[in-house]
């Protein structure tokens, strides 16, 4: 199976990329490349296994379990510190550009 | 006493708890070997942080208050944040960020005040963007060079910890390795290196590239030096890392000492085929001699899908960094294009500029593996696989104790060798994958040298939380040998 052009401005859109044309074909000739690789994975056998998102769920016998924590505040409040790195930022807002006219 | 910056970490920590050096003296020593970036390993270099660190340490051990390695330097990588000095992943979408706080690991290793060890840090060193490859050629601050070879890589994504390492520019270095990041680069600049059990330290303010895989490890000179760091950086932190094991901290010095007579060492007949380069297996074939002459008994076991785990990996991890890597958008932190209309288009704008190909190339890769029609026969079919092998190596782990065999199938390769064949860097990963897959622990250990005297690495792997036992056969092994000690031309 192949990508197409069309299929690299759907991703890319969906991605929130901007790609120049040449910047199009030089990644569709490069992710076609990669699923030259890939396509051994369709012919592996894998009905009944249970798919592992996740090491942990693999460590058996260690009995480790995901956990969430509490649903409580638990940091403090950094305003300033965390919004030191915005590009813009207005009376402790982040600024971005006018969403609704 | 040896030169400082010849010395090891245990040998530095103990030279500054007798008082016989102060932290001051040890920190300039190695910001005079900093200056000027040897081999582009440094991102960020302060000699007025790391002095008021160093200043910190004298006064602590002065008090009788020291941490265990107190006023030893290290550099870190650029994915950890670090509230003293910029952190940018190796990309340009982070220029000039700096973080409100410092991650769980650099915590752990820095003021014992704060309950670290009193590490002295040198600041930031290079890596692949957003921690993507497998040569350090992906940083947008520049390739790192391989101290052996300046014309080699050092290989990635932990290239600039593994080249500050290996020219002594610090005795230690933190490193993440994803799919092999810290045991390659470690393996192709003749050092030590670990990469612990999935979830042993905290991904707490480790820039995520993928959750699933990521974790913090060690980079040094020696095995009984990382067992001393990995010590200090393990721990539970469940608060803020919902993958965080809840397992008891471990002292990884504790068992370095253990004879191997009697250890199962298995051999996996996958990582010994026709892409394995004669040099490497030379190298290797001496090294395992070398194991089997402390007692250790040779296995053969077979890890029948070491190969699919190249593009099993290639999928999960663009996956995982596609979804992670959203967070770049140009708003809360970091570049912002100048010109846009609207707001998607400053986002699609902003990242483009931001990112670099190899970075543009996996979250593509992902979003289409995620996106509706592909998610069954590409991403949930990887899953599935990766239960396999996980599967395959406890099948393995029932015949033996811990697993050897190449790092890497080649000695480091040219710089720009590869640079319009992403896919070679991918396929030359295929003996670290399984591991990073499966979350188990592995390592690499200097065992000699291949062509035109380029070091060679052993990758040791272990079962779930095996990681004394790894430190342990490569502690007797470099008891036995000097690779570990051999330095390049000219440092």
Redesign the interface.
């Known amino acids: 199976m192949s990508l197409t052009p069309q299929d690299i401005s759907r991703i890319a859109n969906l991605a929130r990329l901007e790609l120049q044309p040449e910047e199009q074909a030089r990644m569709l000739n490069k992710i076609n490349d990669f699923f030259g690789i890939v396509e051994q994975i369709r012919a592996v056998d894998t009905t009944g296994v249970v798919p592992m998102a996740h090491p942990v769920d693999a460590m058996q016998g260690a009995h480790i379990e995901l956990r969430l924590r509490p649903d409580v505040a638990s940091e403090p409040n950094q305003r300033d510190l965390n919004q030191r790195s915005a590009p813009a930022v207005e009376r402790g807002l982040f600024l971005v550009p006018k969403v609704i006219e | 006493m040896t030169t400082l910056h010849d010395m090891s970490v245990a040998q530095l920590a103990q030279a500054l708890q007798t008082k016989q050096v102060s932290a001051v003296e040890v920190a300039t020593a190695f910001l005079a070997r900093t200056g000027g970036n040897p081999h582009n390993a440094f991102l960020d270099i302060d000699s007025e942080v790391t002095l008021a660190q160093a200043q910190a340490s004298d006064a602590r051990i002065a008090a009788g208050t020291a941490g265990a390695l107190e006023g030893v330097p290290i550099a870190h990588k650029d994915v950890f944040v670090t509230r003293d000095f910029a952190t940018t992943a190796g990309s340009k979408i982070l220029s000039?960020?700096?973080s409100?706080?410092d991650a769980t690991v650099v915590q752990k290793l820095g003021a014992s005040e704060l309950g670290g060890a009193g590490m002295v840090s040198l600041g930031k060193v290079n890596c692949d963007e957003f921690a993507m490859g497998s040569a350090n050629e992906n940083s947008a601050y520049g390739a790192v060079t391989n101290p052996w070879d300046t014309s080699r890589v050092p290989g990635g994504s932990s290239g600039g910890s593994a080249a500050a390492v290996a020219a002594r520019l610090a005795p230690a270095a933190t490193g993440t390795d994803t799919g092999g990041s810290i045991r390659q680069p470690a393996s192709f600049c003749g050092i030590t290196g670990i990469k612990p059990?999935?979830?042993r330290a905290s991904r707490y303010g480790m820039i995520a590239y993928a959750s699933?895989?990521d974790q913090a490890g060690p980079m040094a000179r020696t095995a009984e030096d990382c067992a001393l760091l990995l010590s200090a950086m393990c721990g539970a932190d469940?608060?803020r890392d919902?993958?965080s094991?809840?397992?008891p901290a471990e002292n990884f010095s504790a068992k370095l000492g253990d004879s191997l007579a009697g250890l199962r060492i298995g051999i996996p007949k996958e990582f010994f085929g026709e892409g394995l380069a004669a040099d490497v297996r030379t190298a290797i074939d001496a090294a395992l001699k070398t194991l089997e002459a402390e007692g250790a008994k040779l296995v053969p076991i077979t890890l029948p899908r070491t190969?699919?785990a190249?593009?099993?990996y290639?999928?999960i991890a663009p996956a995982e960094a596609?979804s992670n890597l959203?967070r770049f958008?140009?708003?809360?932190?970091?570049?912002?294009a100048k010109d846009?209309?609207?707001?998607?288009?400053?986002?699609?704008?902003t990242?483009?500029e931001g990112?670099g190909?190899e970075v543009?190339?996996r979250?593509?890769?992902g979003?289409?593996v995620l996106?509706h029609g592909y998610y069954d026969?590409?991403y949930?079919?990887?899953?599935?696989?990766?239960?396999?092998i996980?599967?395959d190596f406890?099948r393995a782990f029932a015949e033996c104790d811990v697993i050897a065999g190449p790092v890497a199938p080649t000695v480091a390769w040219k710089l720009g060798n590869n640079a319009s064949?992403?896919?070679a860097d991918?396929?030359a990963d295929i003996f670290t994958l399984p591991a990073s897959?499966?979350?188990?622990p592995g390592m690499s250990v200097p065992v000699g040298f291949g062509a035109d005297n380029m070091p060679v690495g052993m990758q040791l792997i272990g079962n779930?939380?095996q990681e004394a036992r790894l430190l342990n056969v490569a502690h007797q092994y470099q008891l036995h040998t000097d690779f570990h000690n051999a330095k390049p031309e000219g440092v």
């Open positions: 000039g960020y700096r409100p706080f059990t999935y979830g699933s895989l469940l608060d919902s993958t094991l809840d397992v190969e699919l190249i593009p099993v290639y999928i596609s959203s958008d140009g708003v809360k932190f970091g570049h912002r846009y209309t609207d707001l998607v288009s400053m986002y699609k704008k990242r483009a990112f190909e543009k190339r979250i593509m890769t979003a289409y996106s026969a590409y949930l079919q990887a899953q599935k696989i990766r239960r396999m996980a599967d406890q064949d992403p896919l991918y396929l897959l499966a979350g188990l779930y939380l």
